[in-house]
């Protein structure tokens, strides 16, 4: 029996890194597993000493393969990993799959087209410089790929056309993710007092947001759907294996999804087979949000959702090309309402145009249409959004300008993701960091109109900053082989 070690890197950017599981590698987990392959799972999420786990670890360990997801965030954490594990184990092959991968894979293939620029090149090579392989895409079929002897550096599975890309009708057929894996119960979040977890309905968003990241990936761009049964056998399943009765829907908008009306059906029957109560939140897109779908949401058990309204200034929404209106997200925020669902605003500063003005314009909304909770980040380029992707050289070394439609530039410093991380989201009791400006206002100020924003509406509207967790501490002595079974897990 063959056998591979996944890692999890932490996230330290998170007030609370055991809230969500990340569900993509326990995906490949699954598939490995049901290959016969013999998996070693190790979830750093929330550890403080880490790259101890991974050394004690990897000196026990006969695997000859190692196997990291990340996110952009998490990057410096897995560059951290690699580095460590080329140290004790130097023979064993080490593949990095994830987001991030696949938002550099899509960026430099867009500069490769176009001829131009380097600045996607140099990230990618970046990668390579820690790892083997590089995995861009699905991971579920790819990782085959890049276990095989002859693996290439790259494997390129972000194309509809490619063999290894999940279609919308294979999804069905893989196996639930690999939650076995991993200490389910040290991950703790609730949704209205019940005991939640989180769920991917959908892969997939259509928009076309200058600032979202994945515009060239089609792993993240085509939406592919999980039919309304395969997502509840799911939901059932959780619910008989560990007693969930809350789920968290980690789709980016799950009213892309025609069928949310019959889906939200399917969900209220099971629990009234099971003789519970579902409470459920996710993500909604709020032009397309209707009274029909909020009102088959509430009786599935939605209490929350999540919109992106982004800003509360027209103009900015017309420059990300939100295609959203103001009275758009009014209208959403007002339908929620009315059926007894409450609403959490995702807001971003620091777009192409940003000013003092456009901020209280979004003070200004916040403060009128009063969602129940909000939060407000600085943007960041990321490798594979139109911010990062169109921008060009500026004036001065390392900068970066991208100019929007209508004449509006964002100013860029150039990052290395590989080591920082501290653009990412910030914690409210140590202060934001933000790598961006505009002609209006500069990095400093985008950084005081955010904590001005935030603390001012918070204690207006009442809302508290959520708590932050303290970090786990992995205790390791001489000697010691196996790690404990909150952070190391095998498949037998």
Sequence with gaps: MQTICLIIPPSPFLLDERVFISLGILKVAAVLERSGWRVEMLDLSGVANYLDAVADHAAASEAPFYGITATTPQMPAAARIAETLRRVTPSARLILGGPHATLVHAAWRREEELGQLARAKRALSGLEHYFDVIVAGDGEEAVFAALAPDAPRIIDADGRHSPLFLKRGTLDALPFPARHLIDVGSYHYTIDGMNATSIIAQLGCPFNCGFCAGRLSPML?????????????????????????????????????????????????????????????????????????????????????????????????????????????????????????????????????????????????????????????????????????????????????????????????????????????????DGYVSHVSTDFLSAEALIRERDALERNLRALLKIPFNPSAAALTYEHSMGQTVLPSRILRVSH
């Excluded at 619910?239 to 999804?257: A, Q, S």
């Excluded at 807001?347 to 009128?368: C, D, F, K, L, Q």
């Excluded at 209508?406 to 501290?422: F, V, W």
Aim: aromatic fraction near 12%; glycine fraction near 8%; include cysteine.
């Design 221 to 429: 761009r085509h939406i592919r759907t999980r039919s309304s049964e395969n997502i509840v056998e799911e939901m059932v399943h959780l619910y008989t294996t560990y007693g969930y009765t809350g789920f968290m829907f980690y789709d980016d908008e799950l009213n892309v999804n025609k069928e949310l009306v019959d889906l939200m059906q399917r969900i209220d029957g099971a629990q009234r087979d099971l003789g519970t109560e579902w409470r459920l939140r996710g993500f909604v897109k709020a032009e397309l949000f209707t009274e029909e779908q909020a009102a088959a949401m509430y009786r599935a058990g939605f209490r929350w959702l999540l919109v992106g309204f982004e800003s509360g200034s027209p103009r900015i929404l017309d420059t990300i090309k939100k295609r959203a209106t103001r009275e758009d997200n009014t209208r959403c925020l007002e339908i929620a309402h009315r059926h007894g669902i409450k609403v959490k605003a995702l807001m971003s500063i620091g777009h192409p145009g940003e000013s003092r003005e456009t901020v209280e314009e979004t003070r200004a909304w916040i403060e009128e249409t009063k969602p129940a909770d909000f939060d407000v980040t600085i943007i960041t380029p990321y490798p594979g959004s139109p911010y990062y992707d169109e921008a060009l050289p500026g004036d001065v070394p390392g900068k970066w300008v991208y100019t929007a439609d209508n004449g509006d530039r964002l100013y860029q410093e150039e990052i290395d993701y590989t080591q920082s991380a501290d653009y990412y989201k910030g914690d409210p009791n």
